[in-house]
């Protein structure tokens, strides 16, 4: 009977799937246990809008369930030793250094998770994987777990998969109303009483079961399936550019097509996250570690269309502004990597705004959920309130500058160009007319996410590129 489930790691994943279970399963206690304390105290927080992540509708799960079964600690091994259910949902991010380094996963979390349960567990624990991880990691858990010579310990473990399949932004629904719960193992006590807790809300023909490995691999093979599906319409939209088509006809005629299905069909800057790139670049490490060449080249060539597609939008702003960016300001509307989050990681912004930058731009950015300090730490200088608070970082970062606006009102003023970097709702309800009156003539407007109403800026005197529209191409007849 599972009455106390532990979950190691309060981040984007941990924190919101842990609150929803919490709110379905009301007999059961849930601890959200991190290392970093920062984050703690701001899941704790009294004030709402201070939990560390944004997702629609969750501050008033985590104000009904806080307190009374969800609770956020950084007592890491009490909390662990209390559990029945150790979800292990830390981070996986690609390796930076060292052999694999730029496309293996790093494990170093996620081995830190097993030597930290196999040293506190007490009794009989099920461990999960919640982590997005190579296939056959479930193995190294387990050798990590016996290392601690559990008999004599009289403490026994079973592992199960369960992969995570929230998408940001919606990440409430997704947790509520999973389209599928997917359960890999071999012990069938362990995968019950894991499908047990699923059940309360989910019905049952959503809670798949596979073998162990079946499940790692179908986590990582779901998320390249979705970035190649963006790549895929990303690499037409340029074609539609180049031919005078619109990449929205197209899309219209694709998703028409049952085959092919309705969703994951916006052409965009490119897709940004902190899964897909390093999914797929596990995938591609994986191909080639079991000596499939070609397999591993077919998924690297994902990840190449989008860093090309990124780098793309940054040369046509260029282009489009004669060439020089020296003296010139442009607003940037959106620095998180989609909507309804304030999550930049893997952005399509840093790179497009560093580029920028780097060609001597002014940039005037918005976000209604990043802040200040994140947009800092991306683009690895301050804004320019803090160089003039600390001179030393004038001397360092000379011509780069760039300010965070609160009021989105402020920022056209003066800007020779406006870019649309993160389909937020706002930025499609934008006034033109009156934009245009602040902007230092000729104006631009850079649609990424084809959101603005293209009669709306054009008869505002406006010149505009929206991605994938080749109508707006008169170079093509
Ligand atoms: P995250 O970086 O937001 O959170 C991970 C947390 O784990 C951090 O707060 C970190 O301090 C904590 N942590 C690391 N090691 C720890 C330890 N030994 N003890 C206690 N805490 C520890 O990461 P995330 O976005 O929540 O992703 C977690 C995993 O879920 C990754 O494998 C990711 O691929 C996968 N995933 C993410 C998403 C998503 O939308 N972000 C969706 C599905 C799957
Ligand atoms: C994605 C998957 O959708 C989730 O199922 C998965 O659980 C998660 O990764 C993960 O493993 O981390 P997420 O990255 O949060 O979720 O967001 P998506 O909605 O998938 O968008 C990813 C990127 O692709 C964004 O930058 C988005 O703007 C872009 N995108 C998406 C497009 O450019 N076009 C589309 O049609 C769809």
């Excluded at 979705?226 to 899309?251: D, P």
Aim: proline share 4%; with cysteine.
């Amino acid at each position: 009977m599972i009455r106390n489930v532990c979950c190691i790691g309060a981040g984007y994943v941990g924190g919101p799937t842990m609150t929803v279970f919490a709110d379905k399963c009301k007999d059961i206690t849930f601890n959200v246990v991190d290392v970093n304390e920062e984050r703690i105290t701001a899941w704790n927080s009294d004030d709402l809008d201070q939990l560390p992540i944004y997702e629609p509708g969750l501050d008033e799960i985590v104000e009904r369930c806080r307190g009374k079964n969800l609770f956020f600690s950084n007592n890491v091994y009490k909390c662990i030793s209390e559990a029945d259910i150790i979800f292990i949902s830390v981070n996986t991010p690609t390796k930076t250094k060292g052999f694999g380094a730029g496309k293996a996963s790093d494990l170093k979390w996620v081995e830190s998770c097993a030597r930290e349960i196999s040293m506190y567990a007490t009794g009989h624990t099920i461990v999960v994987e919640k982590s997005t991880i190579p296939v056959r990691t479930g193995e190294v858990i387990k050798e990590i777990l016996d290392s601690s010579q559990p008999k004599k310990r009289n403490i026994t473990f079973d592992i199960l998969s369960n992969p995570e399949f929230l998408a940001e932004g919606n990440a409430v629904n997704d947790l509520q109303n999973p389209e599928r719960v997917l359960i890999g193992g071999s012990n069938q006590k362990a995968i019950i009483a894991l499908h047990n807790l699923y059940k309360k809300w989910v019905p049952e023909e959503n809670i798949i079961h596979t073998n162990l490995w079946s499940s790692e691999l179908a986590k990582l093979t779901a998320n390249a399936f979705l970035a190649q599906r963006v790549s895929s319409i990303n690499s037409i939209g340029a074609l539609c550019e180049a031919t005078g088509a619109n990449v929205k006809e197209v899309s219209r005629v694709l998703r028409g097509d049952s085959r092919i299905g309705p969703k994951f069909l916006s052409c965009g800057p490119g897709f940004g996250g902190s899964c897909f790139k390093k999914d797929i670049l596990n995938l591609v490490y994986l191909a080639h570690y079991f000596g499939l060449p070609e397999v591993g080249n077919f998924w690297e060539s994902v990840v190449e269309l989008n860093n090309w597609n990124q780098n793309r939008m940054s040369r046509i702003i260029l282009e489009k502004l004669f060439g020089t960016l020296i003296g010139k300001k442009i607003a940037i509307l959106g620095f998180a990597f989609k909507a309804n989050t304030n999550d930049t990681r893997e952005s399509p912004a840093i790179q497009i705004c560093k580029s920028l930058l780097e060609e001597g731009a002014y940039l005037k950015i918005h976000d209604p959920k990043v802040s200040k300090r994140q947009i800092t730490l991306n683009l690895g200088m301050p804004s320019e309130d803090e160089y003039i608070e600390n001179p030393k970082f004038s001397v360092l970062h000379n011509e780069k500058k760039w300010s965070k606006y609160e009021l989105i009102d402020d920022l056209f003023n003066d800007v020779d160009a406006v870019v649309i970097l993160t389909e937020w709702d706002i930025y499609a309800e934008l006034d033109w007319h009156e934009i245009s009156k602040k902007m230092r003539p000729p104006g631009w407007v850079f649609d990424s996410r084809l959101i603005v109403d293209k009669q709306k800026v054009l008869s505002s005197g406006l010149n505009l590129w929206r991605v994938g529209d080749g109508t707006l191409n008169e170079n093509v007849f």
